[in-house]
């Protein structure tokens, strides 16, 4: 599902990537961190970057944007405002005020756990999950289900970086997922 780049704005966005910063060996040895807060700093490049997220999603009718703690909190207000949508901040625990909803999910070694105000969002509502990085797919399938659980209609989701080689899209297969950039490696 899907379409890794569609229309004019997110039709060529591979020049981005000159703009991510390699850091190998972080956090641990052997790993290549693809950091993306030399893109945030180039005006030029963060506008294309939302305007590319967006366009993917324009036509779709969204009610909300949700995005996950802490760099979805970057992107998903920006979408918002450009698909005329409201923004949702899915959380760590404990860093809600009102009722919340929460859902546990595993991870490789462990577990964790996402919240969202109870109210957030009404049955039906059309959402979209905006996201940083969608590497094995564990956040965004927990963000997605605790969004269905209030009765949410999952329109997508759109992220920055898609790490190809880690197969996330196995976990997300009956969402229309957009990249903007992939990376095999």
Do not use: W
């Amino acid at each position: 599902m899907g379409n890794p780049a569609s229309g004019k704005a997110s039709a060529n966005c591979d020049h981005l990537k000159e703009l991510i910063r390699e850091v190998p060996d972080f956090p641990k040895k052997g790993v290549l961190f693809y950091d993306i807060t030399t893109l945030l700093k180039d005006k030029t490049g963060f506008a294309t970057l939302i305007d590319a997220l967006s366009e993917h999603f324009i036509s779709d009718k969204i009610d909300l944007v949700l995005g996950m703690e802490a760099r979805g909190f970057i992107f998903g207000p920006a979408v918002a405002y450009r698909l005329n949508a409201g923004f949702v901040p899915v959380r760590k625990p404990g860093k809600l005020p009102a009722a919340t909803q929460k859902y546990d999910y595993a991870l490789e070694y462990g577990t964790n756990t996402l919240e969202i105000h109870s109210d957030a969002i009404q049955k039906g509502q059309r959402v979209i999950i905006v996201d940083d990085l969608l590497a094995t797919g564990g956040t965004a399938e927990a963000t997605a289900k605790l969004a269905e659980s209030l009765g949410a209609e999952i329109a997508g989701m759109g992220f920055v970086v898609e790490l190809d080689f880690l197969n996330p899209r196995k976990k997300l297969t009956q969402y229309d997922i957009f990249s903007l950039l992939h990376y095999d490696k």
